[in-house]
């Protein structure tokens, strides 16, 4: 078997507090969507609206803990609960590797401290924030507060780390360099993608409508998805009922632009591609594809083309209009709301999309529909040119 076993999974974002809650609020399209006045000071923050967690979670955060490490370690306890096993039953036995996908955690912590450099004050506590700042990994973190004993990394791929983050730790699997894997993605609210967003002119004051032909423009938000991956040994040795399987793992850079999509999309094609050639499956094979679709013009035009290039007839979710754009975390919060779909056999309406588009040709979900087929693809798209795909299989993928 080709595959690595999901043991596990957990996930929290505007959508719900957890798996379970998060694909029921993707049902209903129902989220958490306000003004950030209070998360981020900004001259925009009465303007631009985004997907918050639940103030239950954010305020439950322990002082010495960012909140994306917080999401994270609450989207894993929920993934080991999920898979029956606890931590340190597994660590005790089997080698365990952790890789976390963020943006903001590895990147945008440092603000305050760079403000202070600019203006040249300096002082022994402004010096010991620098190193933490240049030692701090969010895998490490996670690594250490369960004690594994297996390799770790942080993917900082932009938005495509979540979804990296899961084909490396499947790769970690197939190649035994570990037994299991925490992996997974992470971010919150934070001033510097807040105001990024906005000063590129792609944020939207209103709430974002995937491939919609009225889009304009994203809502970023934050969460958190963890995934436990083991392999076929491990899953039986702990009696893990598999919730699914990472099947197939892709990845491209087009290097077209900093910020902006390749418009043909030659870095996905290809990212799609090698995914499906590492699943052994045919397009015809995929239940649907959980789009990138940010609502941005040019992101979703690009995917579109990509899509109508390769997967013409698959069904399409726009799952950004109930979590927005979490960044980092994207992928992996993805990835878990497409095992949801598939495990559940249906696959939620797009929330936000009303009209389509004839520019770009894609329709996405306009209602609940069933699911016959036991695949589908999550995709990618981050600035740098960075293009990733995973493939995920349904817990009963194998009969």
Known sequence: MNSAVIAGTGCLCACGNSSEDCFKGALSGSARFALPQGRVESTYAASYPVFLAADEIVNARPPEESLSLHYFLTAANEAFLDAGVFPAELSAKKRVGVIVGTSVDASFHCFDLYKSRRVGKSSPASEQELAHYFASSTALAVSRCYGFNGPFQTVVTACASGTDAIGLARSWILSALCDAVLCGGTDEINLIPYNGFIRLMIASKERCRPFDKTRCGINIGEGA????????????????????????????????????????????????????????????DLAFVNAHGTASLANDAAEAAAFNTLLKGVPVWGSKGVTGHTLGAAGAVEAVLTISALNKKILPSTAGFSQLDEAIGVTPSIKPLPLTKKAALSDSLAFGGCNAAVILGAEDYYG
């Open 225 to 284: 998805g963890a995934l436990l991956l083991m392999n076929e040994e491990t899953a039986r040795e702990f009696s893990v009922r598999p919730k699914g399987y990472v099947l197939g793992y892709g990845n491209a850079c087009d290097a077209y632009h900093p910020t902006a999509p390749d418009p043909e999309a030659k870095g996905l094609q290809k990212a799609v591609c090698f995914a499906l050639q590492d699943a052994a499956l045919a397009p015809a």
